[in-house]
């Protein structure tokens, strides 16, 4: 996993299938291991925060390890 929760290796990433049309490089950890994910909150670990996108003027959120 990177600094951002990316899943960098998985043993699902064998199967081409199981991801749907989600590119390998954009899976991330609350969506591959949720459980794990929600532990790594709780000890905080993982980490949600925010920012705006000028382009389109949206908050944006995204996760830190």
């Not at 990177?2 to 749907?20: A, E, M």
């Not at 390998?24 to 994910?37: G, N, W, Y």
């Not at 929600?38 to 905080?44: G, I, S, T």
Request: charged share 20%; net charge negative; hydrophobic share 40%.
């Amino acid at each position: 996993m990177d600094r951002s929760g990316v899943v960098v290796i998985h043993k699902n990433f064998l199967n081409k299938d199981f991801f749907g049309n989600t590119p390998m490089s954009q899976v991330h950890v609350t969506q591959i291991e949720p459980d794990i994910a929600a532990d790594m909150v709780n000890m905080r670990r993982l980490t949600a925060d925010s920012c705006v996108s000028y382009e389109d003027i949206t908050n944006q959120l995204f996760w830190k390890v």
